[in-house]
């Protein structure tokens, strides 16, 4: 019982102090937390008043009111509160161009002598856009689409990704639609139909698969150009994603870790007539697993990276990349790049970092 008491009255105490400062809010408010339920996006804003007293023992200034975004916006009463006077904050929200679905707003508080939070929350039911708002980009010849480029972020080997894009005949006649490969990742599937009907929307459906076990790692891009009617678009379709492994789900397991000894790299100032100049960065296993290191490449042609160690790295120990610089086969001025290293790492498979290198005469 000796060991125990203390416990109960820290604990107590705990309760009892929370409680006190809970009760010496400046500003006591009947109402914190307020749902609207479900409203309509199109419907205008809904508002709630949240009333208060002011339980302190001097005046006190609302300085600000703020919601977060300018959906949200409240007015607040400019002049002091005296003591035991009350007032209101009359919160207001716009759902118009808001997503679909529960929405949770806080409204931040700022007195003369605190901050207080109250809430507002509700659901969403989107309204009927017009064909302008749900194509927004014109592809031509009455043809119009809802977005023209989409990132797959990472594509495991061995599991499909894919996605669409949604386009909408706005004319009387049918559309001829033909897509010419201009940047091909060779991975690429694609369907779509060569016809639209007057006014229907079709689909052009695309993804990613790559074969388990395959040698395809890094940057995955492809380039469409889109003939509508035979007339070309200004606006081709753009594909992109990321290939590594397959990622196992056993969190439990002490997966293999990569480690960088720099994320920053820094040729400096060098001279148009300068030998080429390499840098190293160190690529280190941290994990219990061996490493392995898959693919190096760099956006900018101005440098070149290769692997001078070995692609397994074993637990503890360390593989070199050069990245190498010929001031004389680039132009002048600021020259940028990023590197993308591939691994097996499960938690980190990309891992980015930055060159630079200025020239000069």
């Given at each position: 019982?000796?060991?125990?008491?203390?416990?109960?009255?820290?604990?107590?105490a705990?309760?009892?102090?929370?409680?006190?400062?809970?009760?010496?809010?400046?500003?006591?408010?009947?109402?914190?937390?307020?749902?609207?339920?479900?409203i309509?996006?199109?419907?205008?804003?809904?508002?709630?008043?949240?009333?208060?007293?002011?339980?302190?023992?001097?005046?006190?200034?609302?300085?600000?009111?703020?919601?977060?975004?300018?959906?949200?916006?409240?007015?607040?009463?400019?002049?002091?509160?005296?003591?035991?006077?009350?007032?209101?904050?009359r919160?207001?929200?716009?759902?118009?161009?808001?997503?679909?679905?529960?929405?949770?707003?806080?409204?931040?508080?700022?007195?003369?002598?605190?901050?207080?939070?109250?809430?507002?929350?509700?659901?969403i039911?989107?309204?009927?856009?017009?064909t302008?708002?749900q194509?927004?980009?014109?592809?031509?010849?009455?043809?119009r689409i809802?977005?023209?480029?989409?990132?797959?972020?990472?594509?495991?080997?061995?599991?499909?990704?894919?996605?669409s894009?949604?386009?909408?005949?706005?004319?009387?006649?049918?559309?001829?639609?033909?897509?010419?490969?201009?940047?091909?990742?060779?991975?690429?599937?694609l369907?779509?139909?060569?016809?639209?009907?007057?006014?229907?929307?079709?689909?052009?459906?695309?993804?990613?698969?790559?074969?388990?076990?395959?040698?395809?790692?890094?940057?995955?891009?492809?380039?469409?150009?889109?003939d509508?009617?035979?007339?070309?678009?200004?606006?081709?379709l753009?594909?992109s994603?990321?290939?590594i492994?397959?990622?196992?789900?056993?969190?439990?397991?002490?997966?293999?870790?990569?480690?960088?000894?720099?994320?920053?790299?820094k040729?400096?100032?060098?001279?148009?007539?300068?030998?080429?100049?390499?840098?190293y960065?160190?690529?280190?296993?941290?994990?219990?697993?061996?490493?392995?290191i898959?693919?190096?490449?760099?956006?900018?042609?101005?440098?070149?990276?290769?692997?001078?160690?070995?692609?397994?790295?074993?637990?503890?120990?360390?593989?070199n990349?050069?990245?190498?610089?010929?001031?004389?086969?680039?132009?002048?001025?600021?020259?940028?790049?990023?590197?993308?290293?591939?691994?097996?790492?499960?938690?980190?498979?990309?891992?980015?970092?930055?060159?630079?290198?200025?020239?000069?005469k």
């Amino acid at each position: 019982m000796k060991r125990v008491l203390p416990i109960f009255i820290l604990s107590f105490a705990t309760l009892f102090s929370a409680s006190a400062i809970a009760q010496e809010r400046a500003l006591h408010f009947d109402l914190v937390k307020h749902n609207f339920g479900t409203i309509a996006e199109d419907g205008g804003a809904v508002c709630q008043n949240f009333q208060f007293i002011n339980s302190s023992d001097k005046p006190i200034v609302v300085l600000d009111v703020t919601g977060g975004c300018s959906c949200t916006k409240a007015v607040f009463p400019r002049q002091p509160i005296l003591p035991s006077k009350g007032g209101q904050i009359r919160v207001c929200f716009d759902p118009m161009n808001q997503p679909e679905g529960e929405f949770f707003r806080k409204i931040v508080i700022t007195t003369s002598e605190e901050r207080q939070v109250i809430s507002i929350a509700g659901n969403i039911t989107p309204r009927k856009k017009s064909t302008e708002e749900q194509y927004p980009l014109i592809l031509g010849g009455g043809l119009r689409i809802d977005i023209n480029y989409h990132a797959f972020g990472y594509v495991e080997h061995g599991k499909s990704c894919r996605s669409s894009f949604e386009v909408f005949n706005t004319t009387d006649k049918p559309i001829s639609l033909l897509l010419i490969p201009s940047v091909q990742s060779g991975v690429l599937s694609l369907d779509y139909p060569a016809t639209i009907p007057p006014h229907q929307s079709s689909v052009i459906d695309f993804g990613y698969l790559l074969a388990q076990g395959c040698n395809k790692y890094g940057n995955l891009q492809d380039v469409l150009y889109v003939d509508v009617n035979g007339i070309r678009s200004p606006y081709p379709l753009i594909i992109s994603g990321i290939a590594i492994d397959k990622r196992e789900n056993n969190t439990d397991k002490e997966w293999q870790k990569v480690q960088l000894n720099e994320n920053f790299i820094k040729f400096g100032t060098l001279k148009h007539s300068n030998k080429a100049v390499s840098r190293y960065i160190t690529v280190r296993n941290i994990g219990l697993e061996p490493l392995i290191i898959r693919h190096i490449e760099c956006d900018n042609k101005a440098f070149t990276v290769a692997l001078k160690g070995k692609a397994v790295v074993d637990s503890d120990s360390s593989s070199n990349i050069e990245v190498k610089f010929d001031p004389a086969a680039s132009e002048f001025g600021a020259v940028v790049g990023s590197i993308m290293i591939i691994t097996n790492d499960p938690q980190q498979p990309s891992k980015r970092l930055k060159v630079t290198a200025i020239v000069e005469k």
